[in-house]
């Protein structure tokens, strides 16, 4: 785990958006879609992209889809409602710096 003296306010570190945000057909669009495919595209056309650190993890789409052709996904949300692998922020990733060769984190 990752040692640090930064802290942050209780407002940042609450979930941003509604847990059924993700979840509501006006969220997968056409342009969301292709997005998925583009960071799908590129994890699996690393020849050992070793684990992959997901950070904020939507409707799990991407991490699914990955984990299913054989990808070792670490999942990382603040809200835990989304039952993210590990609870935490992006502003304080709780895991060493060289632990991942692949970090995934969009909108």
Do not use: A
């Not at 993700?22 to 684990?51: A, M």
């Not at 990955?66 to 670490?74: H, Q």
């Not at 949300?77 to 692998?85: A, Q, T, W």
């Amino acid at each position: 785990m990752m040692n640090t003296t930064t802290s942050y306010s209780n407002e940042q570190l609450k979930p941003q958006v509604k847990r059924d945000h993700s979840y509501k057909i006006t969220y997968d669009t056409k342009e969301r879609f292709c997005s998925y495919w583009c960071q799908i595209h590129e994890v699996l056309s690393l020849k050992n992209p070793g684990e992959v650190l997901e950070v904020g993890i939507g409707n799990g789409f991407v991490s699914r889809y990955l984990r299913d052709r054989g990808v070792n996904v670490i999942t990382l949300d603040i809200d835990k409602e989304l039952k993210p692998d590990v609870v935490g922020s992006v502003l304080d990733i709780p895991f060493p710096k060289t632990s991942f060769k692949v970090v995934m984190c969009r909108y």
